[in-house]
């Protein structure tokens, strides 16, 4: 069923189907209730008439209605009155008929103290009456039979009425309601088939595709902010996929070109055994040279798809571990490395990777400190976090590259001559993230260069469920 269908159904037929029924109902309980109050009032007339029959002159037997000086202005509306003697014959009526009009048929009172029977009776015409008929007892002992009827009429025409009206309003209500759901239909069809357009295009491939136009803050909003976001992360994802790759392929040509430009050499023309071990020597060079960028490369796969084993651990015997390995290499450089890590600092993580991350970070201030520097590493917790960072004393990061330096491939101005595929910075920031974390260049470290690697207290909602 299509949603503009569903909504005419759900939004307008149901609820004036339903306002129909209540109507109806409503309508009986108020008919109910009109010949209830018909009832109190016919009641009450009786008590009336059945104690004032006989207060005329000579206890004389009569009808206080028919005497009454307000007679005219409430004959519309005021019950009939009938008195039968106790034999069944009619004694006197309230209005008065002409003369040759036929008797009603005789009524003998019922049990003599018994209630007041109340019944509905039908007339030839299709007209209905409720009736009264009480027993009195005059002075004298006789019994009467006082019988008052009111006509139902005016009950049916208040409950037509009250139909009329009501359905009237309904229908205008499902009017109303049917054009709202239309245009509410439409609106929703559009911001629908734009999602399923964008979707569909995703589905090709086409990350372009932008909803900026629906701002709506209902649950279809909620959808289309929710696509807009995933689109321009899958778009950007993709976008650093491309980057990557052509990197890739360029860092791969460079050595291949080398390897290629030595074998043609040395294919040449003859050469003599020295010379071939040369031209061997620097094809060795590109081959190491290209086995590291395939580690590298290998490394950052692993850490942005790999399966990870997320166990709480000590971070400060993770950083001890890694400064300790690093620092027969800091040695060999003359440099110094000092931690600083407090006990008890426990979080869950990925052991494996996050070494990865640290040593990355130590490789990174070891190629770049001069001899003779120093090496700060240090752990801290903040605001529900942990902070690792890593200052070196070497040239540090120029301003406009500090987010650049954890793109994949990128090397700073001047660290060309250093050896390095420039992807270790890449796989901390991957790593990081993966915890869900973050890692950056601290602001205003001079001379060198201070890098954090933050890590949250919990770990990310996809880290939990192996937690």
Known sequence: MRLTRRLWLHGALLPALATLGALAVAGQLFRADLESSLDRALLAQAAVESVSLFDGPGQKVH???????????????APQGYLYQSDGRLVMRYPPVSEGTPEPPRRVPGTRDGPPVLTTEVAPDGSRWREVMVNVRSP???????????????????????????????????????????LLARRLSRRL??????????????????????????????VGAALREATARVRGAREAQERLIAN???????????????????????????????????????????????????????????????????????????????????ERRGLLIHLETPAGMEAPFDAGSLRQAVDNLLGNALKFSPR??????????????????????????????????????HRVAGAEPRPGAGLGLAIVREVARRHGGWAYVAPGTAP?????????AAPPVEGRASW
């Open 248 to 330: 890739a392929a360029h860092e791969l040509r460079t050595p291949l070109a080398l390897m290629r430009t030595s074998l043609d050499l040395a294919l040449r023309r003859e050469r003599s055994l020295e010379e071939l071990r040369a031209s061997l020597r620097d094809a060795r060079t590109e081959v190491d040279r290209l086995a590291l960028l395939a580690d590298s490369l290998l490394d950052m796969a692993t850490a942005g798809r790999g399966a990870w084993d997320w166990k709480k651990g000590d971070l400060g015997l993770l950083l001890t571990h890694a400064v300790e390995g690093a620092r027969a290499e800091a």
């Open 140 to 182: 004298q002992g006789e019994w009467y039979g006082l019988r008052l009827l009111a006509s139902l009429g005016q009950v049916d025409r208040s409950v037509d009425s009250f139909f009329r009206m009501a359905f009237s309003l309904t229908a205008v209500m499902g009017g109303l309601l049917l054009i709202v759901q239309t």
């Open 372 to 409: 003779g520097g120093e090496i700060h590493v240090r752990l801290a917790a903040e605001a529900g976090r942990f902070r690792v960072s890593v200052t070196d004393t070497g040239p540090g990061i120029p301003l406009a590259e500090r987010d650049a330096v954890f793109e994949p491939f």
């Open 448 to 456: 060198g260069a201070e890098l954090v690697l933050e890590l949250p």
């Open 63 to 77: 009808l206080h209605m028919a005497v009454s000086p307000l007679v005219e202005q409430v004959r519309p509306f």
């Open 193 to 222: 088939g734009a999602i399923a357009q964008s979707l569909d295009r995703l589905r090709e491939g086409d990350f372009t595709l932008s909803l900026a136009g629906d701002t709506g803050a209902d649950e279809i909003g909620q």
